[in-house]
């Protein structure tokens, strides 16, 4: 996998390429992989996210001419526009962008809302990331928090941040900029610019992110307390992409989230996450899909709150089964599960050395997530991707991951 200041390198080429010049500023942002507290965000509840090392890279400059020229490196796609003008129309003026750009002009006119003094400056800037898009890493919201940074780095009035000591890619930040206005503000960008109405998980792990450890997020409070990653030579971490993507999903998810808050309505709570068990639950009050909901939901908090004391006492196997029972519900009582992702899970369970393994991320599709000693791990590499294949007739990626830090400005050429 590339570090990030070969991300860097190839973005900053990319810029000289296409405009004639390099680039006077750059930031990374870190796509996600959520261990345990699935459908909870939304809901108040607890999340066990971590940061993991797949980036989201921006490099930027002035804008040559009047307009701001914006490129996906990636899809090799580029949109002119006046950053200054949307500023001045607001989210009115997302659907003369691209789907793409949504995200990224969205969060930069956001942002300089928040910490921007002045008119919204036009620039040139090109994105380019390792975060798989629609594989539930949330590849959306490493590049909202690496354009939000971008603008950080504008309006603390600095063109580039010194080299990194150490020879690390990542600096720290150039302005003492408060992460959870900017996750607030990479947020509003997907509500009002790209139409998602996500949850906060993404965009708080994407910039409180911490090495070698997760992130519990209280999604009531938007406090975060991090829970330390076991050593690599007791456990690592896989991200086993499935390689399908149901379309179903947008429409499914919103009838769970309905579900949820008419079940909350209905036992007369503000959110599920004010019902601390479930013996609590007024079952009659409830439909058959409210109760569904209700039972995911109340069990995921409880299961995520062990999950995150189970890492804290190096517990492994109970943390792999809370694991277990977690991705159980979500295909049983929520139904966002498939075929595909529950064969992964049967088939990296029954591996030797897997602790635990369960869908991440919204569902329906998507990622795997496995915990596993490093014995178990290359075990599952090396038979899990055949057998899925034979079983499903799709083909699979696995891919080791691990916990970084959040996003931050990065040394140009440094």
Not at 301 to 314: D, H
Not at 318 to 324: P, T
Not at 350 to 363: D, E, S
């Amino acid at each position: 996998m590339s570090t990030v200041g070969a991300i860097v390198d190839r973005a900053a080429g990319e810029f000289v390429g296409r405009f004639g010049v390099g680039p006077t500023l750059a930031s990374a942002a870190p796509g996600r992989v959520n261990l345990i507290g699935e459908h909870t965000d939304y809901n108040q509840g607890f999340v066990l996210p971590l940061a993991i090392d797949r980036w989201c890279v921006c490099v930027a400059g002035p804008a040559a001419g009047g307009r701001s020229r914006l490129c996906a490196a990636d899809i090799d796609e580029m949109v002119e526009v006046s950053l200054r003008g949307l500023a001045e129309r607001a989210a009115a003026a997302a659907g003369e962008l691209p789907a793409w750009a949504r995200y990224l002009a969205g969060s930069l006119v956001e942002r300089w809302g928040s910490v921007g003094d002045g008119a919204m400056p036009e620039l040139d800037l090109v994105a380019t990331s390792t975060v798989p898009v629609g594989g539930g890493l949330s590849s959306s919201a490493a590049i909202e928090t690496a354009a939000a940074v971008v603008v950080e780095v504008m309006a603390g009035g600095r063109e580039s941040p010194p080299p990194c000591a150490g020879g690390s890619p990542v600096c720290r930040q150039v302005a003492p900029w408060d992460r959870l206005s900017r996750a607030l503000d990479c947020q509003r960008a997907e509500h009002r610019w790209a139409g998602v109405p996500c949850g906060l998980m993404d965009q708080l792990a994407s910039s409180f992110g911490v090495g070698a450890h997760a992130l519990l997020i209280d999604c009531r409070s938007n406090g975060v307390t991090p829970a330390p990653m076991p050593r690599e030579s007791e456990a690592v971490l896989l991200v086993i992409n499935s390689g399908v993507r149901h379309e179903l999903a947008g429409g499914e998810y919103a009838k769970r989230r309905a579900a949820c808050e008419s079940a909350a309505a209905a036992l007369g709570v503000g959110s599920l996450r004010e019902i601390g068990s479930l013996g609590a639950v007024e079952w009659a009050r409830l439909d058959d899909e409210q109760g569904r909901c209700v039972r995911h939901v109340v069990g995921e908090n409880a299961r995520t709150l062990a999950a995150a004391g189970a890492l804290r006492a190096g517990d492994l196997g109970g943390f792999g089964r809370l694991m277990r029972e977690s991705h159980a519900s979500l295909a049983g009582d929520y139904r966002v599960s498939c075929r595909e992702l529950d064969e992964i899970v049967r088939l990296a369970s029954a591996t030797t050395g897997v602790f635990g393994a369960r869908m991440t991320g919204g569902g329906f599709g998507g990622c795997a997530v496995v915990l596993a000693t490093p014995e178990g791990a290359e075990a599952v590499a090396r038979g899990l991707p055949g057998a899925y294949l034979r079983a499903t007739g799709v083909s699979c990626t696995v891919e080791r991951v691990r916990a970084v830090d959040g996003a931050a400005a990065v040394a140009v050429g440094g």
